[in-house]
């Protein structure tokens, strides 16, 4: 009578040995977990990154005491080590070995978003007072920490323009300044500051020369003062029939105050009305 039932094997399989694997790098959590890296293996140059400055390395080679440095802070993210503060420390130390890479010491936070590394990289800079206005603007609009310079980077880059934040490359449609383009938004508002951007790209199409800290503080002021009364077809027919270096000359021609904006403002007004036919307006500006 034959069993339905199966024979089991009462030998145990052979487990086949794994294969050696190459050892991975450690999983890193905070906060931070100090260890050597070689500089090759380190990415710099991240946009929220102060660029580096040849002079503040050659200073730290002058003033080489590895007694007062602290490990270079990197985010392990995406299988990559991207220095977070230090370019300046790692340049020089590679500088003074012929160019060569070499270990350094850093301090690796893991699970940090692109944007929460801008913020680490600001509040270090902070806490160092290192960072310049245009700089700490620029941290912020990285890492998207800050409501106010977030909105203010996205309508410029809706408007076709390109936010540089001290960082001139004379391109078309680039903002250098970032004082009185936040000082505009502050005094507009998002719908009048989109409005602004508007008429200045249509009268000179994104030319530089249209777009300096005396001209948009200026462009603010005047459409603070007409709003309504701005006919903005008008305005881009007359405005874009003067070259922007008139203004900036005559602007910086006008001695009877020393309010920038009030004299870019008044320079505007004057070749908004300057020709025949069309409704002129009347001197609002206060001063």
Not at 236 to 244: E, M
Request: charged fraction near 30%; glycine fraction near 8%.
């Amino acid at each position: 009578m034959s069993s339905y039932r199966k024979k089991h094997n009462t030998s145990k399989p052979v487990k086949p040995k794994p294969e050696p694997a190459l050892q991975p790098d450690p999983e890193y959590s905070n906060p931070g977990v100090v260890r050597s890296i070689h500089t090759n293996r380190l990415t710099s140059g991240l946009p929220y990154q102060r660029p580096v400055n040849p002079k503040e390395v050659e200073r730290l080679i002058r003033e080489w005491d590895e007694r007062l440095l602290d490990p270079v802070t990197v985010s392990f993210r995406d299988g990559r080590f991207y220095v977070v503060d230090g370019q300046h420390r790692i340049s020089a130390m590679r500088k003074m070995n012929g160019g060569r890479g070499v270990m350094v010491d850093c301090k690796v936070y893991d699970g940090l978003t692109y944007e929460q590394e801008a913020d680490l990289c600001y509040k270090l800079d902070k806490a160092k007072k290192r960072l310049s206005l245009s700089q700490s603007t620029n941290v912020l609009a990285e890492s998207g920490t800050d409501a106010e310079i977030t909105e203010v980077k996205r309508l410029v880059e809706n408007g076709g323009f390109i936010w540089a934040l001290g960082k001139s490359h004379g391109k078309t449609g680039e903002i250098v300044s970032t004082r009185a383009l936040l000082n505009a938004y502050r005094l507009l508002g998002g719908a009048s500051f989109t409005r602004m951007l508007q008429l200045l790209w249509d009268a000179w199409e994104g030319d530089p020369r249209s777009l300096t800290a005396a001209v948009l503080s200026g462009m603010a002021l005047f459409v603070k003062a007409y709003d309504t009364e701005i006919n903005d077809k008008t305005f881009i027919s007359r405005l874009s029939q003067c070259d922007p270096d008139e203004i900036n000359r005559r602007g910086r021609a006008d001695f009877s105050t020393s309010n920038t904006a009030l004299r870019f403002a008044r320079v505007i007004l004057e070749k908004y009305n300057g020709q025949r036919g069309g409704r002129k307006l009347p001197y609002r500006f206060r001063g």
